[in-house]
C-alpha cells in the first residue's frame, strides 16, 4: 500500500470515528415502579440515539432511596414522588432535580361488568381493594389520601391487600386476588381490557415525579446523558403516551 492509499484509508478512518461515540457508556439507573413501561421504550430509545446502555432496577421509592442512602451503585434516580430526590439534593448526594411526569392514580378492576366509582368504593360490595404500600409507594400514600377524602378509610381497612409496589398490586386485581385496585393509569393506558375510573386530582394531592442525578453519576457522561435526554421533547412524548402529564 503506497502513501497516498495510507493517508486516504486514515483519513477516512478518522471521519468514521469522528460521527460514533469512542467509547460507549453504562448507566445504572434506579426507577419507580409506576414508570417501568414507559422507562422500557424511553431505555431503548436512549441506548439506540446514544449507544449508551442502561443498566436499571425497579422497585418502590421509599426502598429504592433507602438503597441509594446504603450507598447502591445507581447513577440516576427516578422517584414517584418529590421528597425523596428533594431529601438526596439537601443532602448533598444528587443534583439537578426536575420532574419528568407527573402520575394519575385511577381504580381499576380486570372484571368489565364491576363498577369502579366513588359510588362503588363507598359501597363496599367486593371483598378486597388492592393498594400499593403508602408507606414506601407514593400511588399507595394517594390511594390512602382519596380514602381518607372521601371518609371511607376506616370502613374499607380491612379489606386492603397491599402490595410491593404498584407493579405487585396492578397483579392482585388481574390474577383475580382483589376485585378492585388503585394503580397508575399509566398501567392500563395502553391496555382497554377491564374497566377504571380516572380518580378526581381533588381527591389526592398531585403525584409530582421527580428525578435527580446522583453523586456517583456526576463523572459518567452516560448518567448526564439520561438526565438530558429523558427532558428532551422525543422522551416527553413516550411519557405523555403512557398517561402521564408533564411540564
Do not use: C
Not at 201 to 216: E, F, H, N, S, T
Amino acid at each position: 500500500m503506497n502513501n497516498r492509499i495510507r493517508l486516504i484509508a486514515f483519513a477516512l478512518l478518522l471521519s468514521l470515528m469522528s460521527t460514533q461515540p469512542l467509547m460507549a457508556g453504562k448507566v445504572r439507573i434506579a426507577v419507580a415502579a409506576n414508570f417501568t413501561a414507559a422507562m422500557k421504550e424511553i431505555a431503548a430509545n436512549f441506548e439506540k440515539s446514544t449507544k449508551h446502555n442502561t443498566v436499571i432496577s425497579y422497585g418502590s421509592t421509599g426502598k429504592l432511596y433507602a438503597q441509594i442512602r446504603y450507598g447502591a451503585p445507581f447513577e440516576v434516580f427516578l422517584a414517584a414522588d418529590r421528597r425523596r430526590p428533594q431529601k438526596l439534593e439537601i443532602d448533598g448526594l444528587a443534583s439537578q432535580r426536575f420532574t419528568y411526569a407527573i402520575g394519575k392514580l385511577v381504580l381499576w378492576s380486570r372484571d368489565e361488568q364491576r363498577e369502579t366509582s366513588e359510588a362503588a368504593l363507598k359501597r363496599g360490595d367486593f371483598k378486597r381493594v388492592a393498594l400499593a404500600n403508602p408507606k414506601t409507594a407514593p400511588y399507595g400514600a394517594a390511594a390512602v389520601t382519596t380514602m381518607q377524602r372521601l371518609g371511607i378509610e376506616a370502613t374499607l381497612k380491612e379489606k386492603w391487600v397491599i402490595g410491593d409496589t404498584i407493579i405487585q398490586t396492578h397483579q392482585f386485581v388481574a390474577t383475580a386476588n382483589a376485585e378492585l385496585g388503585f394503580i397508575a393509569l399509566a398501567q392500563i393506558v395502553l391496555d382497554d381490557s377491564g374497566n377504571h375510573w380516572d380518580i378526581p386530582q381533588a381527591l389526592y394531592d398531585p403525584i409530582r415525579q421527580d428525578a435527580v442525578l446522583l453523586d456517583k453519576g456526576l463523572e459518567n457522561p452516560a448518567a448526564v446523558a439520561f438526565v438530558t435526554y429523558l427532558q428532551s421533547p422525543a422522551a416527553k412524548l413516550i411519557i405523555d403516551k403512557y398517561g402521564y402529564a408533564t411540564e
